[in-house]
């Protein structure tokens, strides 16, 4: 597939995903390398969503480690159950959080964070590292994007 994307940016947010997830699957088809793979699911989420950020953490030795992403510059290692990623970790599930300022504990990387959603990456039934993803608008994230984001990531082929 050539490297680019067709945006757009008129339909609802459903319809934007589903415009955009077999684009992924295309950018996905062939390449056996994960952090490419990971790379270009931030790139292309960011060109279609404008989020403030998107990016991956990847658990290794105990912590989740800053891993391809898009945006502002990160926190490099988050510690299981700190902040809403290490949460996700912990909880092994999907948390949506509206207002980032009323998680407690949460992980000021960038002060223009608004809202936050989290995804753990499950391989072998085991947590191996999360998709996050900032607003600077509150409220962005539901259940629509926890629906097509959770599609998104059961792309990833970390048997490679």
């Known amino acids: 597939m050539a490297e680019d994307l067709t945006i757009i940016t008129s339909a609802d947010k459903e319809e934007q995903y589903r415009s ?25 989420l960011k060109e279609q969503f404008k989020w403030l950020w998107v990016g991956f953490y990847l658990v290794k030795d105990g912590k989740l480690v800053l891993a391809p992403f898009q945006g502002p510059v990160a ?4 510690a299981k159950g700190k902040g809403v990623c ?3 970790w912990e909880q092994a599930k999907t948390l949506i959080v509206p207002n980032v300022d009323e998680f407690p504990g949460h992980i000021v990387c960038s002060s223009a964070s608004r809202s936050e959603i989290v995804l753990p990456l499950f391989h072998n039934n085991e947590v191996v590292g999360v998709l996050d993803a ?8 539901d259940h629509i994007d926890a629906k097509y984001l959770e599609q998104i990531i059961r792309l990833i082929n970390f048997n490679e």
């Open 20 to 44: 955009l997830i077999p684009q992924i699957e295309a950018l996905l088809f062939g390449e056996t390398y994960l952090i490419a793979n990971l790379a270009n699911i931030c790139a292309a």
């Open 86 to 88: 290490g949460a996700a």
């Open 75 to 78: 926190c490099t290692r988050i």
């Open 134 to 141: 900032d607003s600077e608008n509150l409220a962005q994230f």
